[in-house]
C-alpha cells in the first residue's frame, strides 16, 4: 500500500505569513492528491483535489502543486479561520492518508 | 442541502461487533453519481479510510481491515451501514460517514468531499 509522508507535523505562523505543508507519497500517484482542513471537533473539510484542483467554495489563498510523489499545499497569507490541522490523501491507489499538519499560532 | 447523520451504539464491548448507520437526508442515496464511505479517527490521532459503497451495492475496503468490514445499503430508508466485527481497543474512534459527489463524470470512489459531523465509538468492557 501507499504511505504518505507530511512535514512539517507542526507549524507555528503568525497571520499573513505565507506557508507551505509538504506531502510525499512512497511511490508515484500522479496527480490522484487531495487536501483536506480538520478543525477540533470537526469533520475534515476538502480543500483541493487533483493535487491542484480547487475545491468549489475555498478561498483562493489556498493552492496546491505537485505530482508523481512529491506535493505542496499553500496558503498564500495565512488568516484567523486558518489554524487548524491539514491532511493530505491519496487515491490514486484506494485512499490512505498523510498523518497531519498542525498550524498553530506563533 | 445534502445532510449525514451517523448513528450507533457509542460503546462495544471487545470481540463483538460495531454497528453504525449513516441516514442521508436532501438527497438519494440511488442517485447514481455519488459513491459513500466511512472513514474513522482515534483520538488525537490521523484519517483512516474504511470503504466505500455505491447504491448497487459495490463495495471496496481496506485490506487492513477488509476480514472485519461489511458495508451495506438499504435504500427503501435511505440509509447505509457499517459492521466491524471482533472490534479491540483499538478500534475506538470516531467514525465518519461521508458522500462523493461524481458530478456526472468518472471519478474515485476514494474521495470524499461532505462528510458527516462523526460519532465517537469507544471499545470498552
Known amino acids: 500500500d501507499i504511505q504518505m509522508t507530511q512535514s512539517p507535523s507542526t507549524l507555528s505562523a503568525s497571520v499573513g505569513d505565507r506557508v507551505t505543508i509538504t506531502c510525499r507519497a512512497s511511490?508515484?500517484?500522479?496527480?490522484?492528491l487531495a487536501w483536506f482542513q480538520q478543525k477540533p471537533g470537526k469533520a475534515p473539510k476538502l480543500l483541493i483535489y487533483?493535487?491542484?484542483s480547487l475545491e468549489s467554495g475555498v478561498p483562493s489563498r489556498f493552492s496546491g502543486s505537485g505530482s508523481g510523489t512529491e506535493f505542496i499545499l499553500t496558503i498564500s497569507s495565512l488568516q484567523p479561520d486558518d489554524f487548524a490541522t491539514y491532511y493530505c490523501?491519496?487515491?490514486?491507489?484506494?485512499?490512505?492518508f498523510g498523518q497531519g499538519t498542525k498550524v498553530e499560532i506563533k | 442541502q445534502l445532510q449525514l447523520q451517523e448513528s450507533g451504539p457509542g460503546l462495544v464491548k471487545p470481540s463483538e461487533t460495531l454497528s453504525l448507520t449513516c441516514t442521508v437526508s436532501?438527497?438519494?442515496?440511488?442517485?447514481?453519481?455519488?459513491?459513500w464511505g466511512w472513514i474513522r479517527q482515534p483520538p488525537g490521532k490521523g484519517l483512516e479510510w474504511i470503504g466505500s459503497?455505491?447504491?448497487?451495492?459495490?463495495?471496496y475496503y481496506n485490506p487492513s481491515l477488509k476480514s472485519r468490514v461489511t458495508m451495506s445499503v438499504d435504500t427503501s430508508k435511505n440509509q447505509f451501514s457499517l459492521k466491524l466485527s471482533s472490534v479491540t481497543a483499538a478500534d475506538t474512534a470516531v467514525y465518519y460517514c461521508?458522500?462523493?459527489?461524481?458530478?456526472?463524470?468518472?471519478?474515485?470512489?476514494?474521495?470524499?468531499?461532505?462528510w458527516g459531523q462523526g460519532t465517537l465509538v469507544t471499545v470498552s468492557s
Open positions: 436532501g438527497g438519494s442515496i440511488r442517485n447514481n453519481n455519488y459513491y
Open positions: 461521508a458522500r462523493r459527489d461524481c458530478g456526472g463524470g468518472a471519478c474515485s470512489a476514494y474521495l470524499f468531499d461532505y
Open positions: 487533483k493535487a491542484s
Open positions: 459503497i455505491y447504491y448497487s451495492g459495490s463495495t
Open positions: 511511490q508515484s500517484i500522479s496527480s490522484w
Open positions: 490523501q491519496q487515491y490514486n491507489s484506494q485512499a490512505t
